[in-house]
């Protein structure tokens, strides 16, 4: 089994997300595991069948929070490891997942010995990090060569935009080229999540990878599952972005 090493000074500097998302628990824990409540049920598929690659020695989730992405990966063929910031999160990850292996641990200095894994998955966890290149770099740093880092993040687009009232046509109202602040507030169903992080412009996650000595082997723009009802115009305007970058031999 993989250790997880803690790292000197990190503990006492955690960052705000982990405030973020303890204090969402609750709300996430029922939005994430209400099946097909939320997009991750419309575009889980095109991003395992297209970007994550077979199953090597073992694959690190970084964000994983209460542990879906995870355990999808464990249900094809992974050995995965997930560290999140969040205690309550991780709890319910491994309740639900008694196998599994689960960390606190901050993904820009993670408790992992270099080239500890062949995949890395982060979904929809980089734009929660303050210092998204430093996530790339550490995500790097325990790849082994030739393994994967494998990103679903809101499309650049869609951070800084939204559809009119019309459903046809799409504003961009904010700087797209800026590093912005996040913050939603979103209701559904009867259910409540306020997602926080930050918006960055699609050369920004370039540049990350580029200084992390990663290449871009596999981009998309996925349309969801589901092309009816609320998700017919994101057949238009990509809600989400997925890629595959690749660690030289």
């Given at each position: 089994m993989l250790?997880?090493?803690?790292?000197?000074?990190?503990?006492?500097?955690?960052p705000v997300p982990r405030a973020e998302w303890e204090g969402e628990a609750a709300n996430w824990l029922l939005w994430a595991r209400t099946p097909g409540h939320d997009a991750y049920w419309s575009f889980?598929?095109?991003?395992?069948e297209t970007i994550v690659p077979p199953p090597g020695r073992r694959t690190l989730e970084i964000g994983c929070g209460e542990g879906r992405v995870a355990r999808d990966l464990r249900a094809q063929g992974h050995r995965v490891v997930g560290v999140d910031l969040a205690p309550t999160l991780l709890r319910s990850a491994r309740e639900a997942d008694t196998e599994g292996s689960y960390a606190v641990a901050d993904a820009r200095a993670l408790p992992f010995p270099?080239?500890?894994?062949?995949?890395?998955?982060a979904y929809n966890s980089l734009m929660d990090v303050d210092g998204m290149a430093a996530a790339v770099r550490e995500a790097a740093r325990v790849l082994a060569p030739g393994g994967s880092l494998c990103i679903c993040v809101t499309h650049p687009l869609n951070d800084v935009g939204a559809f009119s009232d019309d459903g046809r046509t799409f504003v961009i109202s904010e700087p797209y080229l800026n590093v912005n602040r996040f913050e939603a507030t979103?209701?559904?169903d009867g259910l409540t999540?306020?997602?926080?992080?930050?918006?960055?412009?699609?050369?920004d996650y370039a540049k990350a990878l580029e200084a992390a000595g990663?290449?871009?082997?596999r981009l998309r723009e996925p349309v969801p599952a589901s092309t009816v009802g609320e998700y017919a115009a994101w057949t238009r305007v990509p809600m989400f972005l997925h890629l595959r970058a690749v660690k030289a031999d």
């Open positions: 250790r997880v090493h803690p790292v000197p000074g990190w503990v006492a500097s955690l889980k598929d095109s991003f395992f270099h080239g500890a894994f062949d995949t890395v998955v979103f209701e559904r999540m306020t997602f926080r992080g930050w918006t960055h412009p699609l050369e990663l290449h871009v082997a």
